[in-house]
């Protein structure tokens, strides 16, 4: 056997401690050195995504503060009177946040005044376009009366997230503004064609297609309207007018739609006899005409 002398090289017990420690100090400063730099790495990541959070939030929120522009033409009341003929009364367009210019109506003149507050996904609206359009055409025709229509967005929760009542009211504001003679019979083609509650609704095709079936000529101006829904702004401020206290000329707020009003008198009849409806239209009207100021008789000579 060789025994070890002064000069060997090999390491003793404690030398060998001592250099594992110093191995394992090492192998710790570069893990320590490692996990920082991944943290260094996360940390920007994180960054760059939550910058890219911000800016989309901030485009968001741009986007949804954006100033609304005009109302429609010929709704400078937030509503579009019909008159004989069916020709709408021609109105300028309400600039942003300006108030709406009630529609000034004299009930004396024989003329009744007949004013809808109408959502058009909500079924009872529906029900009493369907028991009232034709004696309400055939008044409007005649003169005996004049319609004022006020389209809502107040059931958007019940279209499955389309926004179904924004996007027919807005529709009908376009036709209000790019063809007003044809927003009777297009308004009576969103009723007849009504979808129900707690569906998607009609999509804007359909919307379109509607528009040239009332009879609208003026086609691409409406159909880009309903595409951009150019009047979104002037709905929702519109509905939350309507909403928001009295309604124009009468002591009567909005509990539900249909919210109708003759001569500024509310009608709570029932909305599926075209007969309850006529009568409480002649009632009202007979009213205006017996408290009436009589004309004098020329003095005599």
Known sequence: MTLSGPGDSRQSKNQRREAAREKAKQLREEQRKKDVRNRVILISSLSVVVVAIIVGITLVITSTLKPAGPGPLNMASDGIQIGTGFVAATTPALAAGEDPIATANDPASGTVDIRTYVDYMCPY??????????????????????????????????????????????????????????????????????????????????????????????????????????FKGWVSDATSRALSGNLPNSDVSIQGTPTVLVNGQKYSGSLTDPAAFSAFVVQVSNEALSTATPTPSPAAG
């Open 125 to 230: 609206c529906g029900q009493f376009e369907a028991t009232n359009n034709s004696q309400i055409a055939d008044w409007v025709q005649s003169g005996a009366a004049t319609i004022e229509i006020h389209p809502l967005s107040i059931l958007d929760r019940s279209s499955l997230g389309t926004k179904y009542s924004t996007r027919a009211a807005n529709a009908a504001a376009c036709v209000a503004n790019y063809a007003p003679d044809q927003f009777w019979q297009y308004n009576s083609l969103l009723f007849s064609n009504q979808p129900a509650e707690n569906t998607e609704g009609l999509d804007d095709a359909k919307l379109k297609d509607l528009a040239s079936q009332a009879g609208v000529t003026s086609t691409d101006q409406v159909n880009s309207c309903i595409d951009d829904t150019q």
